[in-house]
């Protein structure tokens, strides 16, 4: 056995948690059965999916408001809230997703909000089915993509309020997992018909399509970083849980694969880019492992494990221009427990005070890359880059959001009136009232149109199986 031990800057990484009283307590977090994080962070909020009764409700809460606090809710979902997601450009804007079909768009105020916050400043309708994943563009403002359980993929400009892409009529069950690449052109998918698919996000086309993790339980992707490669995480056919490595340039067989241990949760990956770790949690454990990437014929390393005895229900990731640079704090993960999320802290040990440029290299900043109309146009570009040699501070006052869709829903769709026709003058409540029941009479039609097409498959499955079965 070979005594050499492989060099590496992160190979003493260790988790510090917090006390208490530095963590998020007395927090009333969902119980739903959908597959999420339940947890969202950006530079100045976390983002935490939470139970209430009578619809759906999440929290936003300033990272210095720790300790027991009654939170104050977004409750502005009829159903219970699966997914949120913070503008990568803008900390004061959030998107919610729900069991209501619904994506909203909603504003944070200066701070943080000081009482519950009930109209979005937009609402995004279209799915048939509850929505389940909402993720900003990495490089793009204002595009948001949001994944459903009809099966669909959505693209949003929330600046307008307007879907401009749709993936449909591919997945043929859940989508479970979905990320975007570096530049944001790609985005790839795992389902539950055990299949990984990569799409052009524009096109709608699939570029890649091959067999992913075979057992019967929930599987996740996640891109890894600048790098033409992706890692998925799911079980085998005897539930083992695994962990395959992909190159896009060739998706017939995982580049690496490795069995982790036969444990029951869900692992949750996410891939810092800047430091090639790749972090590893299973939902219901209570350590969190974490390896090395490195471009040679092994790939993978093992670094270490943060350990604890409370099990985890999700994980959220602060990102990397907001963690405490001066401490060589690499990562922040925020645990959640069943009524607490608690910040871990990753650190590389080093004695000196001055900037470690080695474990920092320039970092994605808060500057978009490119606008919306842009991006839909067909112009690609990687994220905007920024050092960390003087640190970051967020700006702490709210940027200004600009959208020309309605306030609190989608721009209406309809005919332009006739030449000469005079349009009768309406109150703005009356204008309100025939907007709101013209939404429910839409949103019921489209359910009565899903559930039919479900009730179609349904009994043309029985059709082929008493095809099968007549001699």
Known sequence: MSRFV?????????????????????????????????????????????????????????????????????????????????????????????????????QIPEGGPT?????????LSGHGRKVGHVLFHPTADNVLLSASADFTVKIWDISTGQQRSELANVHADLIQGLTWNYQGNLIATTCKDKKLRVFDVRTGAVVA????????????VEWMGSLDKFVTTGFSRSSERQLYVWDFANVTEPLKSETVDTASGLLIPKYDGDTNMLYVAGKGDGNIRYYEWVEDDKGLYPLSEYKSSDPLRGLGFLPKRACAINECEVARIYKVHPTMVEPIS????????????????????????????????????KPKLISLENGFVPAASAVAFVTTAPAGGSPAVGSPARSGARTPVMSEKEIQDTLTALRKENDELKAQVTSKDIRIRQLEAQVEQLKVASP
């Open 6 to 106: 492989r060099a590496s800057k992160y190979r003493h990484v260790f988790g510090t948690p917090n006390k208490k009283e530095q963590c998020y307590d007395n927090l009333k977090i969902s119980r739903s059965a959908w597959d999420t994080n339940l947890v969202k962070v950006n530079s100045m909020f976390i983002s935490v999916n939470m139970e209430a009764g009578g619809g759906g409700a999440f929290a936003v809460i300033p990272h210095a408001n720790t300790g027991k606090n009654e939170v104050p809710l977004y409750v502005g979902h009829s159903g219970a809230v699966l997914d949120t997601d913070f503008n990568p450009f803008n900390d004061h804007i959030v998107a919610s997703g729900a069991e209501d079909s619904k994506v909203m768009v909603w």
């Open 209 to 220: 399509e091959t067999s992913g993790h075979q057992g019967i339980k929930g599987s996740r």
């Open 346 to 381: 990753m650190k590389v040990p080093r004695k000196s005070d001055t900037f470690q440029a080695d474990i920092f290299p320039d970092t994605e900043g808060p500057e978009a890359a490119l606008t919306a109309d842009e991006f839909f146009s067909g112009k690609d570009a």
């Open 115 to 123: 009482a519950n916050i009930e109209t979005p400043l937009l609402t």
